[in-house]
């Protein structure tokens, strides 16, 4: 192995960043491997109020997501890091198309997780080969508070909707971090300038704000598509209209968007076959023709049966009686999950469903 740069802090810095950049990354910053106090308590508050409905998993590692230095006892500085996705065009020009299914932005193309893991590991290596450093790294299938993390780092700021907001990039930031036992000058933190506006809980489907920076999952088209097991509430079925695949809603509403430079990332580019898929081809997908459609996608990881739940919803909410012929065979699915939503459908489309209890 080369010998170890003998660089100022400063230095070494620097010539992260520009590594960085030059891998494809389009913000990059440093913070302290520590949380202020507000962000681990706006997180306790978060799950005491059990807004985080069926994610167990952020009660069980909540002491880990609240300080970096239980993930990693070693760590002294994040190297906070961002991509950009930002859409062609606005994402909810599509929920006009009611016989169409809207898949949020971010799942369009190739998973997200694959293609910034793979930068941070090219990163990590980098830093640990250069400068003799100890590295870890974490996209957001680890106990890891991303969005306080890049904050803090000066990527942006934590806007109404709790997403990170960024001056040059929108609501468009995939985020991911290097963890190191470098201890590196930080960055200011960014700044909340979002004033008085509230277009992003405005544009929320399903009022799932109850107060600026603070979302209530449980109600969250995001959270009832993507993470949630079971039945959807069927009183929050209506208003989810034909969102299959979480919403960006909030996240397009959000002014700062018009600053944003379309995507530069070949792997963020929407898959043809999920521009504006047909609500009816998706509903009659098997479980094998599930995985071969959504095969490199982050939609694979929910399996047919909840996608197919959400299909089906959307097509209840179509408004349209020509789907009954294409949901009534599914209240016979084998799946509970998927038969609870044909009968919801079809009653809503004016067919008779069979007697069926969940």
């Not at 070693?74 to 009611?98: C, F, K, N, Q």
């Not at 809980?201 to 959270?223: G, I, K, M």
Request: net charge neutral.
């Amino acid at each position: 192995m080369a010998e170890p740069r003998r660089k100022t802090s400063d230095g070494i810095r620097e010539a992260i960043r520009d590594r960085a950049l030059g891998l494809g990354f389009d913000a990059v910053g440093f913070a302290p491997a520590r949380l202020g106090d507000e962000a681990r308590e706006r997180l306790g508050e978060f799950l005491a109020r059990g807004m985080h409905g069926d994610m167990g998993w952020m009660v069980e590692k909540a002491d880990r997501r609240g300080d970096p230095q239980v993930l990693w006892p070693d760590a002294r500085t994040v190297i906070a890091l961002g991509m950009s996705y930002a859409p062609h065009e606005d994402p909810r020009g599509l929920l006009e198309h009611a016989d169409r299914g809207v898949v949020s932005v971010y799942a369009r193309g190739r998973d997200y997780h694959d293609v910034v893991k793979s930068r941070l590991k090219a990163l990590a290596q980098w830093v640990h080969r250069e400068f003799a450093a100890e590295v870890k790294v974490f996209v957001d299938t680890a106990p890891v508070m991303e969005k306080p993390l890049a904050e803090r780092a000066g990527l942006g700021w934590q806007g109404k909707h709790t997403n990170l907001v960024s001056r040059e990039h929108g609501s468009w930031l995939f985020l991911g971090e290097v963890y190191t036992a470098l201890d590196l000058p930080p960055d200011p933190p960014g700044k909340d300038i979002c004033g008085s506006c509230r277009r992003c809980q405005d544009a929320c489907p399903t009022a799932a704000f109850p107060e600026p920076y603070r979302l209530d999952a449980r109600r969250c088209v995001s959270y009832l598509t993507i993470e949630h097991k079971g039945p959807i509430p069927e009183e929050l079925r209506p208003l989810m209209g034909n969102r299959i695949y979480g919403c960006d809603d909030c996240l397009a509403a959000c002014p700062w968007n018009k600053f944003a430079r379309r995507t530069r990332e070949a792997a963020f580019l929407p898959r043809a076959e999920l521009t504006a898929p047909r609500l009816a081809d998706l509903a009659q997908l098997d479980d094998a023709g599930f995985r071969q459609v959504f095969a490199g996608s982050p939609i694979k990881r929910i399996g047919r049966d909840r996608f197919v739940r959400n299909v089906l919803t959307a097509l209840g909410n179509s408004g349209d009686p020509a789907f009954s012929a294409v949901v009534e065979p599914l209240t016979r699915d084998a799946s509970d999950l998927v038969r609870d939503a044909a009968r919801w459908a079809l009653e809503r489309l004016g067919g008779t469903p069979p007697e069926f209890s969940l």
